[in-house]
T-cell receptor
Framework: AQKVTQAQTEISVVEKEDVTLDCVYE???????LFWYKQPPSGELVFLIR??????QNEISGRYSWNFQKSTSSFNFTITASQVVDSAVYFC?????????????FGQGTELSVKP | DSGVTQTPKHLITATGQRVTLRCSPR?????VYWYQQSLDQGLQFLIQ???????AKGNILERFSAQQFPDLHSELNLSSLELGDSALYFC???????????FGPGTRLLVL
């Protein structure tokens, strides 16, 4: 069965701290895709990154970085030098290639609060 | 701006009523997905259409239905509304299966 677990419900940090959001997934497929989305207080869902199961290279985009480890079925997200604007709910999601349609299976989300 | 539009942004209605939510995908995208976000269920996949045809179905209630029109816009119809249907309904579009889904701003439905 497919499942995404974000064990951290809420995280609170002070500005400029580094913070890591954890994501653990379950799938029987060998071909799958992992995503992170950001939901700021305004409510929209903003796409951050997509990785396929064959590419385990870590990725860095500005202050954001992602660590994908198939051995532990994890796809963690780190924000370096956090800012107040990073305050949002962050969702990790899984899409299976052989699951007709490629629907997204979301974790429960981690609410990040960055205080000045 | 993701390029996906949804109307209306907010909807307040009464139990037993029927509403229609509308979504226009990004230019060139053939797939449209509908998701429901509620406090108790989180983000749940409802249904997907690809180029006018139903492609996949999730936990969508029988009281709910959807369609995708020849111009690729989609509508989600919710009928016999119950208090528990109050939620944020998102539409997303993608170029195809397992491609990145871009989300619209959502329609916030409140059933009183």
């Amino acid at each position: 069965a497919q499942k995404v677990t974000q064990a951290q419900t809420e995280i609170s940090v002070v500005e400029k701290e580094d913070v890591t959001l954890d994501c653990v997934y379950e799938t029987r497929d060998t071909t799958y895709y992992l995503f992170w989305y950001k939901q700021p207080p305004s409510g929209e869902l903003v796409f951050l990154i997509r990785r396929n199961s064959f590419d385990e290279q870590n990725e860095i985009s500005g202050r954001y970085s992602w660590n994908f480890q198939k051995s532990t079925s994890s796809f963690n997200f780190t924000i370096t030098a956090s800012q107040v604007v990073d305050s949002a709910v962050y969702f990790c999601a899984l899409s299976e290639f052989y699951n007709q349609g490629g629907k997204l299976i979301f974790g429960q989300g981690t609410e990040l609060s960055v205080k000045p | 701006d993701s390029g996906v539009t949804q109307t209306p942004k907010h909807l307040i209605t009464a139990t037993g009523q029927r509403v229609t939510l509308r979504c226009s995908p990004r230019s060139g995208d053939l797939s449209v997905y509908w998701y429901q976000q509620s406090l108790d269920q989180g983000l749940q996949f409802l249904i997907q259409y690809y180029n006018g045809e139903e492609r996949a179905k999730g936990n969508i209630l029988e009281r709910f239905s959807a369609q995708q029109f020849p111009d690729l816009h989609s509508e989600l119809n919710l009928s016999s509304l119950e208090l528990g249907d109050s939620a944020l309904y998102f539409c997303a579009s993608s170029a195809g299966d397992s491609e990145t889904q871009y989300f619209g701003p959502g329609t916030r439905l409140l059933v009183l």
